[in-house]
């Protein structure tokens, strides 16, 4: 069985470290993953809050809306999991961080160079008054979320974008939406700058995200994986530890 002193070992044998992270790594924050018990799909239906669906009804943004408020109110904080990342690149060991998640924790955390592969909960953007094809077509208007949450408290139901009328949507990547290509870039510079990557607390289950950990292995690159239960692409890592990311990281 791998031990965490192996993962210690591990991590020491390179130089620099592109961390990769899914939800696992913030529901010690007390923020459930899509899938467990109180997760955000056991309570809400993904088929009804996709892209295309979110941009014909008003009906749809009002339960996202409502949705993105249960999430904002678990006021959850970075763990130590977070604050470890944070730290390896602050002290140069690595890059940075390439995230699924949209929960903003590793920026508070004071990670820097993060690649948010699905966007931010944190900030509104305009998708424009009539996008298809599951790409936004907005007019670059952003704002936090609070604008949104202000605005419906105020009596505005549907809220519109104040710049050219479009329709309001959380920054984030929807089902049937296109990936944005910015933090897509960001991602790929940091696995050019590293010779490693850790996987914390993702499921590796999805696409195209759980891709870069594959291009990571197909390089020659290391592979480290921490998750609570085994993954697709454990044959691929070099060292695999099951357990809490907080518990084990908690001061590396």
């Known amino acids: ?3 965490e ?3 210690g070992a591990w991590l020491a044998e390179h130089q620099s470290v592109v961390v ?3 939800a696992g790594i913030s ?3 007390g923020i459930p993953d899509f899938r467990s018990p109180g997760g955000v799909w056991t309570k ?3 088929r009804e809050l996709t892209f295309q669906r979110y941009v014909a009804s008003a009906d749809v943004r009002a339960r996202s809306w409502k949705m993105r408020r249960e999430f904002f109110a678990a006021g959850a904080k970075p763990n130590p999991a ?6 390896w690149e602050r002290d140069g060991r690595s890059p940075g961080v390439i995230t699924q998640n949209i929960d903003g924790l590793h920026a508070a955390a004071g990670s820097r160079s993060v690649a948010r592969l699905h966007g931010t909960a944190a900030e509104v ?3 424009g008054a009539a996008p298809v094809g599951g790409q936004p077509v907005g007019c670059g208007w952003r704002e936090d979320t609070r604008w949104a949450f202000d605005a419906i408290d105020a009596g505005t139901a549907d809220p519109m974008c104040p710049s050219c009328g479009g329709l309001i949507k959380s920054a984030t990547v929807s089902f049937g939406q296109m990936m944005f290509p910015e933090p897509i870039e960001l991602a790929e510079q940091m696995i050019e700058e590293a010779d490693a990557m850790l996987v914390i607390g993702s499921s590796l289950s999805v696409y195209p995200a759980a891709g870069f950990p594959e291009i ?3 390089r020659g690159m290391g592979l480290g994986i921490i998750n609570a239960e085994p993954t697709p692409l454990d044959h691929l890592a070099d060292v695999v530890v099951h357990g809490r990311a907080g518990e084990i990281l908690a001061g590396r």
């Open 216 to 218: 990571a292995a197909a």
């Open 5 to 7: 002193e192996d993962l």
């Open 1 to 3: 069985m791998v031990t």
């Open 44 to 46: 809400y239906d993904p």
């Open 125 to 127: 953007m305009c998708v």
């Open 27 to 29: 529901t010690e924050s």
């Open 20 to 22: 990769f992270t899914g």
């Open 82 to 87: 977070h604050e470890a990342v944070a730290r």
